[in-house]
């Protein structure tokens, strides 16, 4: 065991108890008639329940533990983060919430496929979701590995494997009733957690956010740890690590318009009773994460000044250590040990285990549906009873949770929030553009349903894991901007050839009938 070194026994007692709860809840909501009570909770979360989970769905461990790490690591350039996260509730308030609600449905597949009739798009939706949840489930478990490991002293990997089984255990048998409960309660102990972290240094210790700005920005000298050059002047201005227009707008692009094509989030639309609820839900969450962004790019920009001050101010040597080996992913954690002991670190701990139970929780329904729901059901048996249908659920659940272990051993050396950004890429080149344009413009076709899909599934893969073998005016540190231009090309132009070809019999029958529900008033 590292010198210094202490078992954290209060993030053990509020881990022991917020599972304990966890399990409470598993039991109490697991029976569940039908495919809608299990995927969607009967469709009667009212808004402020449903903002909390939602909520706490949309916190993983990218915002809780990323966004503080991106901003220690990477300065001014960090905050993008918490900035694109954020303002990507707004698109979704402004084009997708309520229209999708009035559509009704199960999953994000439902509404591509119904819109247009067209298996193909609803296949192509499925593997949309598995690729953008698949992607984003591996860093909430490089989350969970890191924080495991600084909890117990436990190696990645065994980490890795404990919370893989406890959050397959509670989502395959609570559904989505137990886990807006969870959701909730686990929110509001990620964001405590939060506010506590700001709130020490800023009003007890008396760290303004300008004076640890203007000390990092005069700072110029060797690391503490590793005794590189840092560059303080350049760490807090534009450009640091984003070093380029290309990258940084798509980047942007990625991260405001991959919210509203997000699965995990979207499904949870789906819970709410009507329309006039999640235009409500929505703005209701963009009250509270708002609230948490503003605080986290705080609370990494103040562990950096810290940690260049080191012993000056306090900071003990396994601290330094923990930071200069990963301070890209435990710079709260090292922040709840150093301004608030064993009492805060547990506090954190619980928070950041909050957002990793709840996020992986979101994205194994939402991949549950796509294979039980879209793929199994309306593809394979769309004559299948639903007591079977729960049943196909409860298996697509395990076999996506039991998928987590592996996706969190390749995940192991990266930086959280950079690994989420590509899942918002792929999200935002994938459905942002199919459902946006589904939505609002009654000409699409099925081919441009199926293009746009294609496009951006195929083309995020490419430039996402083969970035090495292109052209490098076509590496982005994230493509999403860039792959979504392409993809809405793709829709104007097959939708365009399509009607070319065959008039107006390239759209589907019910085009107005289905304008009139999405946009009209709501349905009784």
């Known amino acids: 065991m590292e010198a210094g070194y202490q078992i954290p026994i209060m993030a053990l007692i509020l881990i022991g108890c917020m599972l304990a709860f966890t399990v409470v809840t598993t039991f109490m909501f697991r029976s569940q008639k039908t495919s809608a009570d299990y995927y969607l909770a009967g469709r009667k979360v009212n808004s402020f329940i449903n903002a909390s989970a939602i909520s706490s769905d949309y916190l993983s461990a990218a915002s809780f533990l990323g966004v503080a790490g991106v901003a220690f690591l990477f300065g001014f350039d960090g905050i993008i983060y918490a900035l694109g996260f954020f303002v990507g509730y707004i698109a979704l308030l402004l084009f997708l919430a309520s229209p999708l609600r009035k559509f009704g449905r199960y999953t994000v597949p439902d509404f591509v496929s119904e819109r247009f009739h067209s298996k193909t798009a609803r296949v192509l939706g499925v593997i949309g979701v598995l690729f953008i949840s698949l992607f984003y489930m591996a860093p909430q478990m490089l989350g969970a590995g890191k924080v495991m490991g600084l909890l117990l002293n436990l190696n990645y990997e065994t980490s890795i494997v404990i919370i893989a089984c406890i959050i397959t255990f509670y989502v395959t048998v609570g559904g989505m009733k137990a886990t807006t409960v ?76 991959g919210t509203a094509g997000l699965p995990h ?17 929505v703005i209701y969450v963009l009250l509270l994460i708002g ?24 900071l003990s040597p396994h601290l330094m250590k923990w930071l200069a080996a990963n301070g890209k992913n435990l710079a709260v954690p090292v922040a709840g040990s150093h301004f608030g002991g064993q009492i805060l670190l547990g506090i954190v701990v619980a928070g950041a285990f909050a957002a990793i139970l709840s996020t992986v929780a979101g994205l194994i329904i939402a991949c549950a549906g796509a294979i039980g729901h879209d793929l199994v059901v309306n593809v394979f048996n769309p004559d299948m009873p639903e007591r079977s249908r729960v049943k196909v ?29 590509l899942a918002f890429a792929i999200a935002a080149s994938t459905f942002f553009p199919v459902l946006v344009m589904g939505v609002w413009w009654p000409k699409m076709t099925k081919n441009g349903a199926c293009a746009g899909l294609a496009t951006g599934i195929i083309g995020s893969f490419f430039m996402i894991l083969g970035k090495g073998m292109l052209p490098e005016l076509l590496q982005f540190k994230n493509p999403g901007g ?38 009209g008033p709501e349905r009784a």
């Not at 709130?199 to 760290?207: R, T």
């Not at 090309?489 to 085009?511: C, F, Q, R, W």
Request: glycine share 8%; charged share 15%; proline share 4%.
């Open 182 to 257: 969870n959701q909730l309660v686990q929110f509001w102990i990620l964001f405590g957690a939060m506010f506590l972290l700001a709130f020490i240094p800023f009003m007890i210790k008396g760290y303004t956010y300008t004076d640890v700005v203007n000390f990092l920005a005069t700072f110029k000298g060797p690391d503490p740890e590793t005794g590189k050059m840092f560059d303080g002047a350049a760490y807090t201005s534009p450009a640091y690590w984003l070093t380029n227009l290309k990258d940084t707008m798509s980047l942007l692009l990625a991260l405001m318009f």
């Open 265 to 281: 989030i979207l499904v949870r639309f789906y819970t709410a009773p009507d329309g006039k609820a999640a235009r409500k839900t």
């Open 291 to 314: 609230m948490f962004y503003i605080l986290s790019p705080y609370v990494g920009h103040v562990i950096r000044y810290t940690y260049m001050q080191g012993e000056a101010l306090g």
């Open 393 to 421: 659920a409860r298996i697509s659940s395990v076999l996506v949770g039991l998928l987590g272990i592996p996706l969190g051993f390749w995940a192991e050396s990266m930086q959280i929030a950079v690994l989420v950004g």
């Open 482 to 519: 860039f792959v979504m231009l392409l993809s809405f090309l793709a829709i104007y132009v097959a939708s365009k050839m399509e009607h070319a070809a065959k008039g107006e019999d390239a759209l589907p029958h019910d085009t107005n009938a289905v304008m009139a529900i999405l946009h």
